[in-house]
């Protein structure tokens, strides 16, 4: 509920901070003195279009900041601030500040973090609701009628939804796969052809890589063949050096015994011979294994050269084929299957559908039962308000099935006649300002809503009434503010006596310049207030008298 409201400079109000509690509060003050400047102060924290003309004359600024207290944040609100990543800790205060500037600049801050105005717009129906004269939100706009009348019904609403969510889940599958089934059996005759074509290649996983360095190995063996021919001719045959140093071996052996340095020429030979027969053997087997075949060479180079550009068919790597077989044939085996999977899939949502088809009728049951005991609880309503000739109505419709949603397949609305034999008519099309705030109070009433808005403002509810049905206004303000908050602007003596906290709103004048305050009356300035309200300008005993008799009915 709103706990504290704090106003610098917005209009006539210099500096205001008022403190709220439970329960009805109610606002009054003379014709003019500003009751209006606290309900646009607070507009603007509710989001409301920030005008340069709310700033108090001669300041550069304005500011409005309002804290809202909960004994536990209502989910709808902990959901708006979690999408924009504001924390408050539990039994933290929600504080929401809105800066104007006299040059037209706006800026929001919730908890001190800068946000946007539809952050606040967003949170504003589970903040406050206003019903004023020209007020088109809360029970007057259409688009909430139906989730009224399912919590007065009781209705299952969140169970009804899950089955549609079920039904729509279903319902996308089958699309999806009649969808997948239609495109496969256009592409069948081009995959099969596809796969043929892949199948009598049957490309392997990391076949591109061994062909590639057979085919450079053989490349090389053709560029080397001339080299490593002149080289075997220089190793080979008996005039080959090697030859002529094994001959010279043996006869340095004969002759070695005889002097140390032969022995050592024959040592240093012989590992010539070693390293020679080495780099023999290393020669020879670089031919063998360079030894190229020239139509194994073409095979490989044809085979490398398919793989490359059926890949590049299908953009894809080479070693990417054997997957993308993998998936034609599967897509194949959707196709011969597919007809089974879509009987599968349209029983599942056939069910489903049928499911929610069921809960929904049940759910238009209930409506059509509470939206009489509705219509018949607001109708003992009317007369008390001096309403009595008009008429309410619970209008509950059928969807076409394309509308059909998570509510259900019905529309709902409030409708009202205000005089015998007069059209019903929507709630906001009514033409008194009055009788529409009296209608919405009602509704209010009647449904005994729990869960609306944290605090609820009525605005010159009881305007061009006085007597029993200003009585009966401030009796129903009363009640509804039992369970929470509400705050009513009012010119009436009997509304404001059923007050738990009065607040009065004055505006003076020094010299050229006048301000507008709101002060918490204590138990004497309410009397004196309320004789007032009673007695006009000149507050006379009489008038005191009748709010004693007043305050004292309450």
């Known amino acids: 509920m709103l706990t504290r409201l704090s106003i610098r400079n917005i209009v006539l109000i210099e500096a205001l901070d008022l403190d709220f509690g439970r329960g009805l509060g109610v606002l009054t003050g003379e014709t003019g003195a500003g009751k209006s400047i606290l309900l646009d102060a607070l507009g603007l924290v509710l989001g ?9 004359a001669g300041a550069d600024k304005a500011s409005v900041t309002a804290s809202f207290e909960f004994a536990v944040l209502p989910e709808v609100i902990v959901a708006v601030l979690d999408d924009a990543d504001i924390e408050i800790e539990v039994g933290e205060a929600l504080l929401i500040r809105r800066q104007l500037k006299a040059d037209g600049g706006s800026k929001a801050f919730i908890n001190d973090q800068p946000v946007g105005m539809a952050l606040l717009r967003e949170l504003a129906p ?8 020209h007020d088109d939100r809360g029970l007057v706009n259409p688009r909430g009628h139906r989730a009224l009348l399912d919590r007065y019904a009781a209705v299952d609403a969140d169970g009804l939804a899950r089955l549609w969510q079920t039904w729509r889940a279903a319902e996308d599958h089958l699309a999806a796969a009649r969808d997948e089934v239609e495109q496969a059996k256009a592409e069948q005759d081009l995959l099969l052809a596809h796969l043929a074509e892949l199948t009598a290649l049957e490309p392997k996983a990391g076949e591109e890589v061994r062909l590639a360095e057979t085919r450079a190995d053989m490349q090389k063996g053709e560029k080397l063949s001339g080299d490593l021919e002149e080289l075997r001719h220089i190793w080979e045959g008996s005039d080959s050096p090697l030859a002529s140093l094994r001959v010279a071996a043996r006869r340095l052996d004969r002759i ?3 002097h140390p340095l032969l022995a050592e020429a024959l040592a240093a030979l012989d590992r010539s011979l070693i390293e020679a027969g080495e780099a023999e053997d290393k020669l020879a087997a670089a031919a063998e ?89 607001v109708a003992g309503e009317l007369a008390p308000l001096k309403l009595d000739a008009a008429n309410f109505l619970t209008s509950i419709g059928k969807l076409p099935e394309e509308k059909w949603g998570p509510h259900g397949v019905d529309s709902v609305e409030f409708l009202i006649s205000t005089n015998p034999g007069a059209d019903f008519a929507p709630l906001n099309k009514i033409a008194s300002g009055g009788e529409l705030s009296r209608f919405i109070l009602a509704l209010k009433v009647a449904l005994a809503e729990q869960g ?19 009585s009966a206004i401030g009796d129903r303000l009363a009640r509804l503010a039992g369970n929470g908050q509400l705050l009513a602007v009012t010119h009436s003596p009997q509304v404001a006596a059923r007050g738990q906290t009065h607040y009065l709103i004055a505006k003076s004048s020094e010299g050229t310049v006048t301000r507008t305050s709101v002060s918490l009356l204590d138990s004497a300035g309410r009397k004196e207030e309320i004789a007032r309200m009673l007695s006009g300008a000149e507050v006379t005993p009489e008038a005191r008298a009748q709010a004693d008799r007043l305050l004292e009915g309450v």
């Open 256 to 258: 070695a015994p005889e």
């Open 452 to 470: 609306g808005a944290a605090t609820v403002i009525f605005d010159e509810i009881d305007r061009g009434v006085g007597g029993a049905v200003a």
């Open 126 to 133: 589970a903040l406050v609701e206003l019903h004023g004269q």
């Open 48 to 56: 409301d279009r920030a005008d340069s003309a709310l700033v108090r």
């Open 289 to 377: 294994a360079l030894v190229h075949d020239p139509a194994a060479l073409e095979a490989a180079e044809t085979r490398l050269f398919e793989l490359r550009a059926i890949a590049r068919k299908h953009r894809c790597e080479v070693d990417d084929l054997p997957e993308l077989m993998r998936k034609m044939r599967s897509t194949l085996d959707a196709i011969e299957g597919g007809e089974a999977a879509l009987d599968s899939l349209e029983a599942a949502a056939r069910e489903a559908g049928d499911a929610y088809r069921a809960q929904a009728e049940q759910v238009h049951q209930a409506r059509l039962t509470a939206a009489k005991q509705l219509d018949k609880a």
